[in-house]
Every structure is written in structure tokens, then in C-alpha cells.
């Protein structure tokens, strides 16, 4: 079956740095996305990776490694407003998204 | 657990038409099914948010009878794009809200993707 595998929730501290990873077994690959939600609102996407590497973007960072399945989201200088859930999808061969549970990051000051 | 289906995967219409998208939680019971539409790589863009039993709430710039919701049961819920336009052509994501749970929480379609000639 098709599965998506993220932490269900991590703390860090203002200022830090953290990464939430993502691991994947998907009929096929089409790219897979990160999305921010905070509680209440709709998601915000964040990043899309198709190709293996690290693809920066300001604050936020996401990394590929398609042979091992797996993928990160590097946030750095944590601030407050980035305390959300962080949701890891990826585009199977149907392009059908493949949703991973979501990833509770809690600030603290 | 905290499956939710969505049919058909992808569907061709024709414009005028009308095409209805289901959405349903496999293995649970959902309060609340929200409705989105994605364009390529960009974010999830709340339609609609559906209670069972109730009327669903539009937001702002979507057109409630173009964009038909029904929330019929705690486990399935429709929506219809009424008079298709190629304009309306996109990706129709639904999430689910668990029976007991804040809105908080959602689960994720695999979502439908439209194409209207």
C-alpha cells in the first residue's frame, strides 16, 4: 500500500533550527510537496521538490533523496508565527496526492 | 486509520456539463468536510466548509450555485460543479474533520482533478 511517514509532533525553541522528515512508499513519483497549516486556516504551500537535492527558500529548506524515499523541511531562525502543522504530500504515478498525517510543530520562547 | 476516498481520480466533461465529486471518510466518521481547489504548486484554496445536516459555508468570491455541496451523511460528502467551464478546470481536494475532534485535525482526499473541454 501507499504510505506516508512524518513525526506526529516536535517542539523547538525560538531561534533554532528544525527538520521535519518525511518518508514515502508511493505507487510511482510525480513530486512531492510541503505545506504549512495553521490551525483554522487552509494550507500554504511551502515547497515542491521532483529532483533529489536541496532547494532553499529564504527560512525554509527542502531536501529530496528519491532512492531512499525520503524528504525534509529545514526551518531555521524559528520564530513564533511558525508554530503550525506542517504536511507532507506526495504525487504518486496517477497523480493522486498521497497525504502524510502532519507534523504539530510547537515554539517556545 | 483516518482514510478518506475521493471519486472519480480524474474526469473529463464537457463544457456545460455538469460533474459531481465525491468525497468520503473510509473509516470514520466526519463532523466537518472541507472542500478546496489547487491550482499547479500553488496552496490549497478553502471553497467551502460542510457540516452533515446543514447548509455549507462559502467563502468569500465562491459561488454557492455554481458549486454545489451536500453533506449528507457523517461519511460522504458532494460537490458539483454546476455548468462547467474550462475556467473551472483544476484539482478539487476535500479534507475531513474526525466525529469529536477540533477542525484542527483534517485528513486529505487523494483528490479529483477536472478538465473541462
Not at chain 1, 8 to 15: F, K, L, P, V
Not at chain 1, 82 to 106: F, P, R
Not at chain 2, 77 to 94: G, K, M, N, R
Request: proline content about 4%; overall charge neutral; hydrophobic content about 35%.
Amino acid at each position: 500500500g501507499q504510505n506516508i511517514d512524518q513525526p506526529t509532533e516536535m517542539t523547538a525553541t525560538e531561534g533554532a533550527i528544525v527538520q521535519i522528515n518525511c518518508t514515502y512508499q508511493t505507487s510511482g513519483f510525480n513530486g512531492l510537496f510541503w505545506y504549512q497549516q495553521h490551525a483554522g486556516e487552509a494550507p500554504t504551500f511551502l515547497s515542491y521538490n521532483v529532483l533529489d537535492g536541496l532547494e532553499e527558500k529564504g527560512r525554509f529548506s527542502s531536501f529530496l533523496s528519491r532512492s531512499k524515499g525520503y524528504s525534509y523541511l529545514l526551518l531555521k531562525e524559528l520564530q513564533m508565527k511558525d508554530s503550525a502543522s506542517y504536511l507532507c504530500a506526495v504525487l504518486d504515478s496517477n497523480y493522486q496526492l498521497i497525504w502524510g498525517a502532519g507534523t504539530k510543530l510547537i515554539i517556545k520562547p | 486509520g483516518a482514510v478518506v476516498s475521493q471519486h472519480p481520480s480524474r474526469v473529463i466533461c464537457k463544457s456545460g456539463t455538469s460533474v459531481k465529486i465525491e468525497c468520503r471518510s473510509l473509516d470514520f466518521q466526519a463532523t466537518t468536510m472541507f472542500w478546496y481547489r489547487q491550482f499547479p504548486k500553488q496552496s490549497l484554496m478553502l471553497m467551502a466548509t460542510s457540516n452533515e445536516g446543514s447548509k455549507a459555508t462559502y467563502e468569500q468570491g465562491v459561488e454557492k450555485d455554481k458549486f454545489l455541496i451536500n453533506h449528507a451523511s457523517l461519511t460522504l460528502s458532494t460537490l458539483t460543479v454546476t455548468s462547467a467551464h474550462p475556467e473551472d478546470s483544476s484539482f478539487y481536494i476535500c479534507s475531513a474533520t474526525p466525529l469529536g475532534a477540533s477542525t484542527d485535525t483534517q485528513y486529505f482526499g487523494p483528490g479529483t482533478r477536472l478538465t473541462v473541454l
